[in-house]
T-cell receptor, first 111, second 118 residues
Framework: RKEVEQDPGPFNVPEGATVAFNCTYSNSASQSFFWYRQDCRKEPKLLMSVYSSGNEDGRFTAQLNRASQYISLLIRDSKLSDSATYLCVVIPLPHNNDMRFGAGTRLTVKP | EAGVTQFPSHSVIEKGQTVTLRCDPISGHDNLYWYRRVMGKEIKFLLHFVKESKQDESGMPNNRFLAERTGGTYSTLKVQPAELEDSGVYFC????????????????FGPGTRLTVL
């Protein structure tokens, strides 16, 4: 079983749509969780950290369910510029920063 | 402030040759990480330096890979001899390091080196 699993998509949505991505992780001791965004042939960039209570940053909302080992990302009012691959990232070990990546979910927002 | 830089951006070599990749982290960042993405797969952790010390090298695929960070500044990753399956994008990332309770240490990635082994 992979450490971090994501639905690879692709998700093709119209502008203004709401889209949700899901991710599961295998190590129940995992401590930290993130969503990174990666544009084509570019490096991953941090979109947001994911906190236990859930957190929101503008149009983006992240949720964590530790009992189910499940992380989600919700994007509201999609923009063309949101088109990218979204990477679910987990740090599985305490006192350690080594990240484990999902394979990514590809999103295309169309006019 | 300059971000993480990597050199070269692309490298094409033949099987059996040696290649050395370089990463310059953000100034002042104690932590430096190497990751790679091979075709069709997820990004995978290779190793982690704290200053000049190897904190974790559990992701290094085999002894053909050697990473160094002399002086705790820039790092090099050498592949010798290169094999076809080493082709992929090698990313370097850096972070400040833990700063206390409630602090989330963010990793910033460089643009990557695209390695092609023929």
């Amino acid at each position: 079983r992979k450490e971090v699993e994501q639905d690879p998509g692709p998700f093709n949505v119209p502008e203004g749509a709401t889209v949700a991505f899901n991710c599961t992780y295998s190590n129940s001791a995992s401590q930290s969780f993130f969503w990174y965004r990666q544009d084509c042939r570019k490096e991953p960039k941090l979109l947001m950290s994911v906190y236990s209570s859930g957190n929101e940053d503008g149009r983006f909302t992240a949720q964590l369910n530790r009992a189910s080992q499940y992380i989600s990302l919700l994007i509201r009012d999609s923009k063309l510029s949101d088109s990218a691959t979204y990477l679910c990232v987990v740090i599985p070990l305490p006192h350690n920063n080594d990240m484990r990546f999902g394979a990514g979910t590809r999103l295309t927002v169309k006019p | 402030e300059a971000g993480v830089t990597q050199f070269p951006s692309h490298s094409v070599i033949e099987k059996g040759q040696t290649v050395t990749l370089r990463c310059d982290p953000i100034s002042g960042h104690d932590n430096l990480y190497w990751y790679r993405r091979v075709m069709g797969k997820e990004i995978k952790f290779l190793l982690h330096f704290v200053k000049e010390s190897k904190q974790d090298e559990s992701g290094m695929p085999n002894n053909r890979f050697l990473a160094e960070r002399t002086g705790g500044t820039y790092s090099t990753l050498k592949v010798q001899p290169a094999e076809l399956e080493d082709s992929g994008v090698y990313f370097c990332a850096s972070s400040q390091g833990w700063r206390g309770p409630g602090y989330t240490d963010t990793q910033y990635f460089g643009p990557g080196t695209r390695l092609t082994v023929l």
